[in-house]
């Protein structure tokens, strides 16, 4: 099954820390892209990684060409049209820059969306632009839609200043646009929180379609009350439906797979191919066909708030 997520990338700064470079990524059949994308260095401002950088909050590019995007060429053979840079910050410490690459398909389905709430002209949290394929009107609605604080899948993770996952879209009570969602095949949302020094909030939410999903399993991991193991704090897999039952007693030391690697390092990570033996994770999603994997982490007073797993 394809996903709505074509390819998604992780931008470290260099030794000297001037610019980006590209830690890893996941490309599956692209290979034309990741060799054009190996040797890239991308300055502060620069390019789209560089940019969302600079910016330090979530950035969404909807068309490359005529644009600050520097890979067009390759990323049009790619058939890809859209990009979203997740800048991860420690203080004022860039730590990495994740971006997330998504097609042009006329019949897919999905979202990623970026949401802002600037406390000096408004109390809610308004959209600054989105990626939806195919759902015209469900992105219609979206921009006439505005987020309270605890309200709906932005406001969720705004209250919480974590990410959350909202299962069965137009049945949840937890998601506002519900009905709108089911008319389009959304079913599953993930919304990720990034704070702005400025005082600013921002939140991404991806928004997973049956047919295309974003993902195929999405999962939230947490450090546990006595801060020396991971727990599952949230997941759902298209393959999975009691994800929760299925890592009940399970944990994660530092170091242990990609996600314990992610919480030692504070750097996203991704695995593209056998999994970890020592991973509980990467070995039961391999066992399912999943066996590439993409770790984050989010990070919150210096401090891991969580680690957010996507696998394809």
Request: aromatic content about 10%; some cysteine.
């Amino acid at each position: 099954m394809k996903t709505f997520i074509r390819a998604a990338e992780i931008w470290v700064p260099t030794a000297d820390r001037m610019q980006l470079r590209l830690a890893d990524g996941l490309y599956g059949e692209l290979t034309a892209f990741h060799e054009a994308s190996k040797e890239v260095r991308f300055a502060f401002n620069e390019g789209l990684p560089g940019r969302a950088w600079a910016a330090g909050h979530p950035i969404i590019l909807k068309e490359f060409e005529r644009s600050y995007f520097e890979r067009v060429e390759a990323a049009k053979g790619a058939g890809l049209t859209c990009g979203v840079a997740l800048p991860l910050f420690v203080g004022d410490y860039v730590m990495a820059v994740v971006v997330f690459f998504c097609g042009d398909g006329a019949d897919e389905a999905g979202a990623i969306e970026v949401w802002q709430n600037d406390p000096q002209t408004s109390n809610d949290l308004r959209l600054v632009d989105g990626t939806y394929g195919a759902a015209e009107t469900f992105e219609f609605n979206a921009r006439h839609t505005k987020f309270l604080r605890g309200y709906g899948l932005p406001g969720r993770v705004w209250k919480s200043n974590a990410p959350v996952i909202v299962r069965d879209l137009a049945a949840s009570t937890a998601f506002l646009r519900g009905e709108q969602a089911g008319e389009v095949g959304m079913n599953k949302g993930l919304g990720i929180p990034c704070a702005h020094a400025s005082g600013q909030f921002w939140v991404v939410t991806f928004l997973s379609a049956r047919k295309t999903p974003l993902a195929r399993r999405f999962e939230i991991w947490a450090p546990n009350e006595a801060g020396d193991a991971l727990i599952l704090q949230a997941g759902d897999c298209d393959l999975n439906t009691r994800l929760e039952d299925h890592y009940a007693a399970a944990t994660i030391a530092k170091g242990e797979g990609t996600i314990g690697r992610v919480w030692l390092t504070g750097i996203p990570a991704v695995r593209d191919g056998s999994p970890d033996p020592h991973s509980l994770p990467e070995r039961s999603s391999a066992a399912v066909g999943l066996d590439r994997v993409l770790a984050v982490p989010i990070m919150v007073d210096a401090k891991l708030k969580s680690i957010v797993v996507w696998y394809f």
